[in-house]
């Protein structure tokens, strides 16, 4: 069994450099402030990816930043030509996931090439970045998983969160009591007063580091996901001081355990994945660190969340709308295309459907709200029929301002379970995780075709209006009038 997509960051700086989408920063550059300036920029302006070779104060050490901010960095990832287009990485993408492999055990990994144990263990020796000004500290952990496991089972978490230092051996951390991690800590070893172990892997493998970021529901794990994507089963290694298995080709491992929730120290604010900085200082959790491991010459990741686009952004326009298309299509929905756009920072998603009934919209509003895993990050959900392309962002407002009648079409939905760091929710809200969603259903009901009122849509392709013959016609001689786009 060979891999079809990358196994380490090295192997993918490779490949976005041979296309033209990485910058080598040999300029020093500052952990305070200036590389958050740099990779939130990078962001904004959809530039190439950012990796820092000479860090102030951390010599030897590296930043990657937004190095899977763009489709084509997805693409290389996932093994595939850089000019794959999106449509064709989502269906590689969920065709994968549906194969999941098992990962293997090795004795010798890259990410245990330097071991720093107990009280030699000093997080300031890391180059942990001052991301954004206005921030509750240095976040070390950004671009990375926090690997943890179900005592009472065999189910092993990776998923995605940050952790800003506090000390020479703490950090602290948001833990979501609704997501997987919290359902491990607060369900079952806080009751039993126990601390969690936990890992934290920073800058992971690509496809580790994107499917930490979706989740899958509880009981699965994602390392077999993982496998599947990457084509062949991940290489994990045994930690130094605790019974998890962590990446083998990971930059850097923290090792420790999440303290019991009467530890707990004021953390945050973070400039979140929405765009804003909504959710304020609070006393959270608190994670003591006892080992760490590295790489040689190791990569700190700087996910530098905010304004579109970012890694997060990119990646989850691909693996976040693979997942809701699985859920539609497991509750035999006959869903075209899923497409959760990079602009609205993972808050709407619009999805193509052939429309067997009137309401579908409706249905599909409830799956993605209350079935699926990620329907708490949701505010809106837009729907539309198979004469809308949903990855086209200008058919889809067409539809949304001719097609969605205000009083038939617009379906709210009330005190619904929602993402605690959603700005457009009041404090109160924010703390109960409760708000509105809304879903806009831009189909015409099935009656309209049956009585032959549902208005022709004037378009070169609608061969109402131009015949098939007519259309190949002027594509082929399009060219020829003159014209250089198209």
């Given amino acids: 069994m060979k891999a079809v997509g990358v ?61 899977l901010a763009s489709f084509s960095r997805v693409a290389c990832a996932l093994g595939l030509d850089p000019n794959t287009d999106r449509r064709k990485i989502g269906e590689v993408y969920l065709e994968r996931i549906r194969k999941p492999i098992k990962p293997v055990l ?84 806080v009751p039993k007063g126990k601390n969690m172990p936990v890992a ?8 580790s580091y994107m499917i930490g970021m979706t989740p899958v529901g509880v009981g699965v ?37 999440v303290l019991m929730p009467e530890y707990g120290v004021d953390e945050g604010p973070f400039g979140e994945f929405t765009g804003f900085r909504t959710a304020p200082r609070l006393a959270r959790s608190v994670f003591k660190i006892n080992c760490v491991t590295y790489r040689n010459d190791p990569i700190v990741g700087v996910a530098n969340m905010g304004m579109p686009v970012d ?18 299509q497991d509750q035999r929905i006959p869903v075209i295309d899923v497409n959760w756009p990079p602009e609205t920072c993972s808050l709407m998603v ?25 329907g708490a990050y949701l505010n809106t959900v837009i729907v539309v029929d198979e004469t809308v392309d949903a990855l086209d962002l200008g058919q889809v407002m067409h539809a949304l301002a001719a097609q969605c009648e205000p009083t038939r079409g617009i379906n709210i939905k009330r005190n619904e379970i929602t993402n605690p760091l959603n700005p457009c929710l009041s404090l109160e809200d924010r703390k109960w995780m409760r708000g509105n969603k809304v ?28 015949s098939e013959e007519l259309q190949k016609k002027v594509i082929e001689n399009w060219h020829k009038y003159g014209f250089k786009k198209g």
């Fill in 7 to 67: 196994k380490d960051n090295r192997e993918l700086i490779k490949k976005i450099e041979e296309i033209g989408e990485l910058v080598r920063v040999k300029k020093e550059v500052d952990w305070d402030l200036e590389v958050g300036a740099i990779t939130r920029r990078s962001s904004e302006l959809r530039s190439e990816a950012v990796l820092v070779e000479n860090i102030k104060d951390y010599p030897g050490w590296r930043y990657i930043g937004n190095h």
């Fill in 106 to 189: 090795i004795a010798d990994a890259p990410c245990q090439q330097n071991v720093i144990m107990g009280d030699d263990v000093n997080l300031f020796d890391l180059p942990a970045p001052m991301v954004h000004d206005g921030d509750g500290g240095r976040y070390l952990v950004t671009g990375a998983l926090r690997v943890t496991k179900d005592p009472d089972s065999d189910w092993v978490n990776w998923g995605t969160y940050r952790n800003m230092v506090h000390d020479e051996r703490h950090l602290g951390g948001l833990i979501l009591p609704s997501g997987d991690m919290g359902r491990m800590y607060y369900g079952s070893y």
């Fill in 221 to 257: 794990s994602e390392v077999d996901l993982v496998g599947g994507v990457l084509g062949e089963p991940v290489e994990l290694v045994k930690c130094k001081t605790i019974d998890l298995e962590v990446p083998a080709n990971a930059e850097v491992i923290l090792e420790g355990e």
């Fill in 200 to 207: 934290i892997v920073i800058t992971p493998e690509p496809i």
């Fill in 311 to 328: 890694d997060g952004d990119a990646v989850c326009a691909v693996t976040w709308a693979a997942q809701i298309k699985k859920d539609l």
């Fill in 350 to 374: 619009i999805v193509s459907v052939k429309v067997p009934y009137s309401g579908i919209a409706s249905r599909i509003g409830n799956i993605i709200f209350g079935g699926a895993p990620l």
């Fill in 439 to 466: 879903v806009y259903d831009c189909t015409y009901p099935v009656s309209w075709h049956k009585q032959k009122e549902v208005p022709p849509k004037v378009s070169f392709k609608n061969k109402v209006m131009y």
